[in-house]
């Protein structure tokens, strides 16, 4: 499991390749080992997996009649979607990579999607615990989601950029690729295992 420290060095990888220096290159590790360390950000942004379970659990329960309850199962069923929407993106990437010749790449965006995700996912936890602990504040904090989301779509591309240059058009189909399909699959998936609110 990689150190805090390490994580702190990947992290500052990620903002100088957002920041366009090249040097950013050098702090992330794109090898076999490195894809396969950068899973370990699951962990790391646990904590905030869990508030968005509370969340969730919140807002279906107020969704249902009163004094309806939600036990274990209910939270296995949103670990399974948050596992498929880790897990089925960067399959998706990888078969593109593979159709479109650029093999070679897919190590580098696995690394950078995976460690990514932590910046992205404390970022949405802050505005989660806002919704939670401040209700008034909700309208606010959907519409700082809607600014976060489009600061995540401009950050991966940015960042992609410094790995494929300028491919813009193969930028942006790896951009939507890591992010839509999960967008997708949460309300599919939640529909289909009966964890979704309404």
Same mark, same amino acid.
Request: proline fraction near 5%; aromatic fraction near 14%; charged fraction near 10%.
């Given at each position: 499991?990689?150190?805090?420290?390490?994580?702190?060095?990947?992290?500052?990888?990620?903002?100088?390749?957002?920041?366009?220096?090249?040097?950013?290159?050098?702090?992330?590790?794109?090898?076999?080992?490195?894809?396969?360390?950068?899973?370990?950000?699951?962990?790391?942004?646990?904590?905030?997996?869990?508030?968005?379970?509370?969340?969730?659990?919140?807002?279906?329960?107020?969704?249902? +009649?009163?004094?309806?309850?939600?036990?274990?199962?209910?939270?296995?069923?949103?670990?399974?979607?948050?596992?498929?929407?880790?897990?089925?993106?960067?399959?998706?990437?990888?078969?593109?990579?593979?159709?479109?010749?650029?093999?070679?790449?897919?190590?580098?965006?696995?690394?950078?999607?995976?460690?990514?995700?932590? +910046?992205?996912?404390?970022?949405?936890?802050?505005?989660?615990?806002?919704?939670?602990?401040?209700?008034?504040?909700?309208?606010?904090?959907?519409?700082?989601?809607?600014?976060?989301?489009?600061?995540?779509?401009?950050?991966?591309?940015?960042?992609?950029?410094?790995?494929?240059?300028?491919?813009?058009?193969?930028?942006?189909?790896?951009?939507?690729?890591?992010?839509?399909?999960?967008?997708?699959?949460?309300?599919?998936?939640?529909?289909?295992?009966?964890?979704?609110?309404?």
């Amino acid at each position: 499991m990689p150190t805090l420290k390490e994580v702190e060095f990947y992290l500052t990888g990620l903002w100088l390749l957002f920041t366009q220096d090249p040097k950013g290159v050098n702090y992330l590790d794109f090898s076999d080992r490195g894809a396969l360390r950068s899973f370990w950000a699951a962990v790391f942004v646990l904590p905030t997996t869990l508030l968005t379970f509370v969340w969730w659990r919140s807002i279906y329960l107020q969704a249902q +009649p009163e004094g309806a309850e939600v036990g274990s199962l209910f939270f296995f069923r949103l670990g399974l979607v948050e596992i498929a929407n880790w897990i089925v993106p960067l399959v998706l990437v990888g078969l593109l990579c593979w159709m479109v010749g650029i093999g070679e790449k897919f190590l580098s965006i696995v690394v950078i999607s995976n460690w990514l995700t932590l +910046p992205a996912s404390y970022a949405y936890g802050f505005l989660l615990l806002m919704m939670l602990l401040v209700p008034g504040l909700t309208g606010l904090a959907v519409i700082l989601s809607y600014g976060l989301a489009v600061a995540l779509v401009m950050a991966l591309f940015r960042i992609l950029r410094m790995v494929f240059g300028d491919h813009v058009l193969t930028i942006a189909t790896v951009t939507m690729v890591l992010l839509v399909p999960a967008m997708i699959l949460s309300g599919v998936l939640e529909r289909y295992l009966g964890i979704y609110p309404g």
